[in-house]
């Protein structure tokens, strides 16, 4: 161990070059990227310019970047009061696409508080970009690896119930139909969609959701993009929200494709945009009644908008301005607020068979894993269409036999604790950390960095742990039946 500590110590000493390490984005990605982790930096007001203290804290951000081995950083905030914080998302790029939209940052590289993009006119697309995104994606879907001789033995099934997910056809077909929507937001509708609309009827207009969630046997909630959300009870649409912070977290929203048809680009009565200063919003919307520093609305007798606005801050700045980040629209009528995903009842010693398999693990049927079914489905992510069962569950299956499982984090919020989900992992009697999951598979384990793969004639395992360690946790298990 003395000798390991002598030799490295000169790697540490030695500066690293600022081109070595990963770039601070000034406009987000082209695909939707991986968040890896969300980091903060703080740092306390010195003797120096705002300027070289903020190029420090983005220097020590871009650190991190390359301690996490991530492809880039975007700085999602940055408040200066009696310390400075810069908070920043370290991401991956696609795996085949590290091109950039036009869309800025909320922060560029030289710190500035970039102007909102959806104030600018948006030059209109030769094909309606959100058929071409879904389309592609679609398209770009693995193909599936024909079943190897002999073939494996079939357990019966013995649960009748019909899944909602629909095949990457019928989703492209239903996607083709829609044109480019409206994304303006008004007392009479958002997005070209009204309170009391069929859900047929959003369907028509607004193409299939990037994922549906059930929350009580009669409501369900629909998501365009990452942060659209449309609630439907009883079939009719009862309200309609734009929130980063509604019912998937971090990891819930990073398996959702990003959507630029949906995501940060509303404007309200086609004036006010997302991240429009308070006082911008309020001279273009001068009917706006104020309830506090951070919420305006405006009503009418059926119903009521609501507007939310989040501190936002830039270095040059020493209060934190108020931006627009939000709305809620909703009649009077209705006043749930519901933010709760219910779902499936699965078959545990089951789950922990599909999870973990051996040679002879039998193929499953989906309904053989699920004993009470509860629909909730991702359409568009960047693996394809899934089956959500728990907060950590997913499947996908063609005929409704399982041909894919993986399992991850909590995917909605209330977020919760590394102990919270290695309590889960060990009552599924899933290793939990690197060198439990190497000691399982023994010589069948592949390793490589901070992840673990083993490949057989009929599966293939892909486990991601938090670092090289061996007691490195689990962060997410990937099973594909071949």
Same mark, same amino acid.
């Given at each position: ?7 490295? %110590? ?66 999602? @905030? ?78 019966? #099934?013995? &649960?009748?119930?019909?899944? !909602?997910?629909?095949? =990457? ?5 239903? *996607? ?20 009391? @609309? ?24 629909? %998501?365009?993009?990452? =942060? ?24 819930? &929203? ?22 429009? $200063? ?9 009917? %706006? ?13 059926? @119903?009521?908008? !609501? ?6 801050? #830039? ?35 089951? %789950? ?15 309904? =053989? ?34 041909? !894919? ?22 009552? *599924? ?21 901070? @992840? ?16 090289? $360690?061996? $007691? ?11």
């Amino acid at each position: 161990m003395k000798k390991l500590l002598v030799l490295t %110590l000169p790697f540490f000493g030695l500066p690293v070059s600022a081109k070595s390490l990963p770039p601070i984005l000034d406009y987000l990605p082209a695909c939707a990227p991986v968040v890896v982790d969300s980091i903060y930096v703080e740092k306390k007001l010195a003797n120096i310019s705002n300027d070289k203290l903020v190029e420090s804290s983005f220097h020590q951000v871009r650190l991190k970047a390359k301690d996490k081995r991530v492809d880039a950083a975007i700085i999602t @905030n940055l408040i200066q009061t009696n310390k400075l914080i810069v908070t920043a998302d370290l991401i991956d790029f696609c795996s085949e696409d590290d091109s950039l939209s036009s869309t800025p940052t909320a922060y560029n590289q030289s710190s500035r508080l970039a102007e909102p993009a959806v104030t600018k006119p948006k030059p209109a697309p030769v094909t309606p970009p959100r058929i071409e995104t879904r389309v592609a994606a679609v398209k770009a879907a693995p193909k599936p690896v024909p079943t190897p001789a002999p073939k494996r033995v079939v357990a019966p #099934s013995n &649960r009748n119930f019909t899944s !909602k997910l629909m095949s =990457d056809i019928q989703l492209a077909k239903l *996607a083709a139909k829609v044109g480019q929507p409206s994304a303006n937001v008004t007392l009479s509708g958002a997005y070209g969609i009204n309170i009391n @609309n069929s859900s047929e009827f959003l369907l028509n207009v607004l193409g299939p959701a990037s994922a549906i969630f059930t929350l009580s046997p009669d409501t369900t909630a629909w %998501l365009y993009g990452r =942060d659209l959300w449309f609630y439907i009870e009883n079939d009719k649409v009862q309200k309609i929200s734009y929130k980063e912070r509604a019912l998937l977290n971090y990891t819930g &929203r990073n398996f959702i494709l990003y959507d630029e048809d949906f995501d940060n680009n509303w404007l309200i009565d086609d004036k006010a945009g997302y991240r429009d $200063d308070v006082d911008n919003v309020r001279r273009k919307l001068n009917y %706006l009644k104020k309830q506090s520093d951070a919420e305006y609305t405006v009503s009418n007798q059926r @119903n009521l908008l !609501k507007l939310d606005f989040s501190e936002f801050s #830039s270095y040059n700045s020493r209060e934190p301005e108020l931006l627009l980040s939000g709305f809620t629209f909703h009649s009077r009528q209705y006043a749930k607020d519901e933010n709760q995903i219910i779902y499936s009842q699965l078959n545990d010693d089951l %789950l922990t068979q599909i999870l973990l398999p051996t040679p002879s693990t039998p193929s499953y049927k989906l309904q =053989d894993l699920v004993t009470n079914y509860v629909p909730n489905i991702i359409n568009y992510s960047e693996d394809g269409s899934w089956e959500v069962l728990s907060k950590y569950i997913q499947v996908k299956h063609k005929d409704n036999a399982i041909t !894919k499982v993986k399992l991850s984090e909590s995917i909605n919020y209330p977020v919760e604790t590394d102990e919270e989900f290695m309590r889960f992992l060990k009552l *599924a009697n899933i290793p939990v950390t690197k060198g439990e999951m190497t000691a399982h598979y023994k010589s069948d384990a592949d390793v490589w960095a901070e @992840n673990v793969e083993v490949s057989k004639d009929d599966y293939q395992i892909r486990a991601e742990f938090t670092s090289e $360690d061996d $007691d490195a946790m689990l962060i997410s298990l990937e099973v594909e039946y071949l």
